[in-house]
């Protein structure tokens, strides 16, 4: 590759880190304004509905594999609920790893009441945008933010998938995605990999924008 395209590719790998950064910390600022209400109200009904705090956190694989804290609103009762499901619930824990670490929310006993209205209505990712997006350790639009022990589960169990994996491990992860706006938010692992490897393979300004503006018709189909 001669010198000038190569100066082309770094100027523009360059010029969509600062459209992609700008975009998140503009776009969350927005939508922190417009949703605080409903944040604090959020808050409010986690806090009095069931014993614990109002924030989940739990380590997930951020850009070049590094780890970092994700926070969501908490859905589920506390204590170690994967221990309990996988004690109490065998056939449900058996379900849920073959599912992708996924049950359908009318079958899973961790969550709270007031849980599966927050994540019916995607409420529960908003603190994202405070805690994660505007720092840097995720971005609006990126692949799903996986637990470490997910991608090495899933590298052991499906060899085919490392190099979608390693894109995946590349990049920072985001809220929504182009599987979450596929209108296939239920495929299994592979083809979710799959996606999210394409993405990454082939970002660009015209697509980040899509997937924008695809992420609130998606989340209206839910409910």
Same mark, same amino acid.
């Given at each position: 590759?001669?010198?000038?395209?190569?100066?082309?590719?770094?100027?523009?790998?360059?010029?969509?880190?600062?459209?992609?950064?700008?975009?998140? &910390?503009?776009?969350?600022?927005?939508?922190?304004?417009?949703?605080?209400?409903?944040?604090?109200?959020?808050?409010?009904?986690?806090?009095?509905?069931?014993?614990?705090? &109002?924030?989940?956190?739990?380590?997930?694989?951020?850009?070049?594999?590094?780890?970092?804290?994700?926070?969501?609103?908490?859905?589920?009762?506390?204590?170690?609920?994967?221990? !309990?499901?996988?004690?109490?619930?065998?056939?449900?824990?058996?379900?849920?790893?073959?599912?992708?670490?996924?049950?359908?929310?009318?079958?899973?006993?961790?969550?709270?009441?007031?849980?599966? &209205?927050?994540?019916?209505?995607?409420?529960?990712?908003?603190?994202?945008?405070?805690?994660?997006?505007?720092?840097?350790?995720?971005?609006?639009?990126?692949?799903?933010?996986?637990?470490?022990?997910?991608? !090495?589960?899933?590298?052991?169990?499906?060899?085919?998938?490392?190099?979608?994996?390693?894109? &995946?491990?590349?990049?920072?992860?985001?809220?929504?995605?182009?599987?979450?706006?596929?209108?296939?938010?239920?495929?299994?692992?592979?083809?979710?990999?799959?996606?999210?490897?394409?993405?990454?393979?082939?970002?660009?300004?015209?697509?980040?924008?899509?997937?924008?503006?695809?992420?609130?018709?998606?989340?209206?189909?839910?409910?």
């Amino acid at each position: 590759m001669n010198r000038p395209k190569k100066k082309f590719l770094r100027q523009r790998r360059w010029l969509f880190r600062v459209f992609k950064r700008t975009i998140d &910390i503009a776009g969350s600022i927005i939508l922190l304004v417009i949703f605080s209400p409903l944040m604090v109200v959020t808050a409010a009904l986690v806090k009095l509905t069931s014993s614990g705090p &109002i924030f989940f956190k739990q380590q997930r694989v951020g850009e070049g594999s590094r780890p970092f804290t994700m926070y969501k609103f908490r859905t589920m009762f506390v204590g170690d609920n994967d221990k !309990r499901l996988q004690q109490d619930y065998p056939e449900l824990w058996k379900k849920y790893k073959e599912n992708g670490w996924k049950l359908p929310m009318s079958e899973d006993p961790r969550i709270t009441p007031v849980g599966k &209205i927050l994540r019916s209505l995607t409420i529960d990712e908003f603190p994202q945008l405070l805690f994660n997006v505007l720092p840097g350790q995720m971005s609006l639009v990126g692949p799903r933010a996986y637990r470490e022990e997910e991608l !090495r589960e899933y590298e052991q169990k499906y060899p085919h998938t490392k190099r979608y994996i390693q894109d &995946i491990r590349s990049v920072k992860p985001g809220i929504t995605g182009p599987w979450q706006t596929s209108g296939r938010n239920e495929v299994p692992f592979e083809q979710r990999a799959k996606l999210d490897s394409e993405y990454v393979q082939n970002r660009s300004f015209l697509q980040e924008i899509v997937i924008l503006f695809k992420t609130p018709v998606a989340m209206l189909s839910k409910w």
